[in-house]
């Protein structure tokens, strides 16, 4: 609650682990270069609190700012009635090919103005949900769909969390900024809290720091990368 955290011990004596890593887990994304790739982050007090939600291969802007979990909930169901039955052209997609074709692919996308204020806004984001109308069973299942599903994913996020249909949940994390050790304490301490009742469902909005509940979509379309 103070914003600090406890340090980590490596597991091989008194030394500890490099927290450097944790200052890249939200607000920052991979982007393809022309001949290497990139990692842009961006300033957590200018856009902390807005996330990205990605349903049916369509992509949505939420502020999360001072709501508790059933008005965050209430906007999540806002969103999935938005993306209807049928599902967009997969731009998401793109972020899993090979680094040239998401280069020239994602040109392309900025050079529209509209395009690349919502490319703007995903790579910004604390970080992404992607709600799947999938319903995996078995952990090998779960996996399979995690890592492809029907692509309702921007790879390129370093924090993607997918929710699946039937309630499973998984992390998805890219690498180039982010190791191993942060992540998988996130995961362990959301995980902890939620298994110890430690998460408090029922926090009251404090005055004055409501979000605007406009939830935006983010026009991102694959026909306009290939026109």
Known sequence: SNGTLEPEPNGRGPAQLCSNGYKFLFHSARVPGESKDAVNCYNPAMYNGEIFVSRKNQFFSLNITGLNTD???????????????????????????????????????LADNTSAASLEKVERAMFGVCLDDLSPITPTEVGRNALNGKCNRFFDKTLQLVVFENG?????????????????????DVLTKIATGGLDYSIPVVAGTKATRAVSALPLSATSVAA
């Open 71 to 109: 008005e965050i909930e209430a906007e999540l169901l806002k969103i999935v009635a938005m993306a209807g039955e049928s599902a967009a052209s997969n731009v998401g997609a793109l972020t899993a090919a090979s680094r040239d074709l998401w280069y020239s692919s994602r040109a392309k996308l």
């Open 168 to 188: 499973k949940a998984v992390f998805l994390g890219e690498h180039a900024k982010s190791d191993g050790s942060p992540t998988a304490r996130l995961c362990n």
